[in-house]
Nanobody, 126 residues
């Protein structure tokens, strides 16, 4: 059974950095576009970033542009989200997801993604 899993979350002070990883089993992640989403308590899910299979198409939410970087290592079948200059408002559960219907897009739509991880908690203290 194909699964996607995130890791790397934790507690960090404002201004700090974290790197999240997204890996898959039973699914060749390197073939597909991958996105990151997040959900804070009491709020709706929010798009964060997405990357196409080759890395040629990348999209960021305005709220993270210039602070977060999405990148992938297809030789390791892994996608990363490097988060710098973290703010308390970045506190959320972060999810990665694979879009097995596309290799060339970097969609911001949840409905385009069909394999989701369980999420990893990121907490930024002020």
């Amino acid at each position: 059974q194909a699964q996607v899993a995130e890791s790397g979350g934790g507690l960090v002070q404002a201004g700090g950095s974290l790197r999240l990883s997204c890996a898959a089993s039973g699914l060749t992640l390197s073939r597909y576009s991958v996105g990151w989403f997040r959900q804070a308590p009491g709020k709706e899910s929010e798009f964060v970033a997405a990357i196409s299979r080759s890395g040629g198409y990348i999209r960021y939410a305005d709220s993270v542009k210039g602070r977060f970087t999405i990148l992938r290592d297809n030789s390791q079948n892994t996608v990363y989200l490097q988060m710098n200059s973290l703010k308390p408002e970045d506190t959320a559960v972060y999810y990665c997801a694979a879009d097995t219907g596309s290799s060339y897009s970097a969609s911001y739509l949840r409905s385009d993604y069909d394999y989701w991880g369980q999420g990893t908690q990121v907490t930024v203290s002020s």
